[in-house]
C-alpha cells in the first residue's frame, strides 16, 4: 500500500438522507485532503473522490487537477472500511 496515501481522519461534511447522498472530508497523513462522495441506495458505496487543491498531489506533485486520487478510489474505501472510519452511525 502506498504510504502517500494512509488516511488520518474523515468528517462528515453533508448528507442527503432523502436521496443518500452522503460527502465526507478525508484528511491523509501528509495533509492532502479530498471530498468522498457515498450513496447509500441501493447499497453502500463509494461514487467519487475530489482531491481539494489545499497541497499538491502526493503522488503526481501537479498543483491543479489531477486522476490520481480516481485512480486510487478502491485504495480508500478499503481502507475506510477495514479500520471503520466511518461507523454505521454516520451512514444513517
Known amino acids: 500500500m502506498n504510504s502517500k496515501l494512509q488516511i488520518k481522519n474523515?468528517?462528515?461534511a453533508d448528507k442527503d438522507?432523502?436521496?443518500?447522498l452522503f460527502?465526507?472530508?478525508m484528511t491523509l497523513g501528509d495533509g492532502s485532503r479530498a471530498r468522498l462522495f457515498y450513496?447509500?441506495?441501493p447499497e453502500w458505496k463509494l461514487t467519487g473522490v475530489t482531491r481539494m487543491l489545499n497541497v499538491p498531489?502526493?503522488?503526481c506533485r501537479k498543483d491543479y487537477?489531477?486522476?490520481?486520487?480516481?485512480?486510487?478510489a478502491d485504495l480508500f474505501d478499503r481502507q475506510i472500511n477495514d479500520q471503520d472510519l466511518i461507523p454505521a452511525s454516520m451512514r444513517s
Open 57 to 59: 498531489c502526493p503522488l
Open 23 to 25: 460527502q465526507y472530508i
Open 39 to 41: 450513496s447509500s441506495t
Open 65 to 72: 487537477y489531477c486522476g490520481c486520487f480516481e485512480k486510487n
Open 10 to 12: 474523515v468528517t462528515l
Open 17 to 20: 438522507m432523502k436521496s443518500g
